[in-house]
DNA sequence: TCTTTTGGCTAATGATTATTAGCTTACATA
DNA sequence: TATGTAAGCTAATAATCATTAGCCAAAAGA
């Protein structure tokens, strides 16, 4: 139906991820993937040594597309610091169009929603899972707003206030508003009026 | 082992939500619910029709005991609101504890935890539960704070910013960290903290 | 062109599953 | 005391599951 030039392999990746991000690993067959897949059961271990594996090699994926996009954060971070123009660029506009995309990233990215859905059900039966589902949405999103505010603090445009606090402000909101609309795609206006006033509201506080 | 005073009956809903809440529904069988409460599988049936059924139970079992909690919060609540001196308890210590009860309520209740990783489990699979989960730990939490702070406003207390974000200030960082400390119980002091500050900074930002 | 590899298939296996049948025992009630 | 019911048990059933064996065709490589 879809992904007409992925190999038979990532299809069977790409499929399965889908399904264990609704029912969860142990509810959802290998006949299922195979069917999702255009396949019959046992062809799928042609490609995959056990279901597990198929699991394992999703995790691995997943690893590596996290990498690549911390990565990419990280470069544009490092670019902007250095860049004369950026600090002149955190005006409020900017500030709620980076709040903005980074939820929306969360929300509408195919492989990071379904990921992140299959890293929700399966945290609380996998010590490792929790361990990334935690610095994935919470820890990791949080030391890098607050770097950036604390950052802002000395360049004396936001007030001297404690940067990880300012962090949860600007951070949690999304992540709670992630929630509530995953499974309510009709709330996604009214989340993103919530985003946009939050920070808004985060400026007048904070700003000088 | 536990709960010597409880039925069988309530055993099993008891066990059962305490196997859900890790592995989730589907992967739970019968003979382990059983083994659990210390019977074999086919006595299960002596109380409950099927699986589904000690599912449902549980279900209806924790909406009783939400509805009971929400309406305990609700007669406290107007009763405060006419006591002369619920205004002079808006101090900061009183704000802190508020955030902190609500925090360790949610983490430590051995029920509401339960079901709350038990919905989280599922939500994705089940329409209802998915309804049930945003309005329990998003909804209505934030219009609760809301009204609170509105009141607060209009009482000269706080600053006339938007209600709806502040109670998002004010609870969203709990239920972040509620994430957090979940599979991480030794994070707990470490987020006790950060709801601390965060309602310090709070107060001292919209405090008047 | 010949041969090997790849990737599909059907059929089979053995484990696990939810659930039912039917037996037994203890207790409550008549 | 007699009897019915509640609640346990073992054994059985039928479905579903992951996985393996082994066959076949087409594509790739020699």
Redesign the pocket.
């Known amino acids: 139906m879809k992904n007409e030039k992925l ?3 990532e299809r069977i990746l790409s499929e399965a991820l889908t399904l264990f991000s609704v029912k969860g690993f ?1 509810s ?5 993937i ?1 069917n999702a897949v ?10 995959y ?5 198929i699991f394992k090699a999703i995790i691995t994926d997943m690893d590596i597309r996290y990498k690549k996009y911390t990565a990419s954060l990280q470069i544009s971070g490092d670019e902007a610091l250095k860049d004369i123009g950026f600090f002149s660029m955190v005006t409020e506009e900017k500030l709620i169009e980076t709040g903005i995309k980074l939820f929306l990233y969360f929300l509408h990215d195919e492989h990071t929603k379904k990921f992140r859905k299959m890293l929700t059900i399966e945290q609380y039966s996998n010590t490792e899972l929790a361990a990334l589902y935690v610095k994935q949405y919470a820890d990791e999103p949080l030391l890098y707003q607050s770097s950036v505010f604390e950052l802002l603090i000395k360049e004396g445009i936001l007030k001297p206030e404690n940067p990880k606090v300012m962090a949860m402000h600007f951070y949690s909101p999304i992540y709670l508003l992630l929630a509530v609309c995953d499974e309510n795609p009709g709330r996604e206006g009214e989340a993103l009026q919530m985003i946009e006033e939050n920070i808004r509201q985060f400026i007048r506080i904070y700003g000088k």
Request: charged residues 30%.
């Open positions: 190999s038979t392999k142990s959802v067959s290998v006949a299922e195979a255009g396949i019959k059961a046992p062809s799928i271990y042609k490609h040594k056990s279901k597990q594996d």
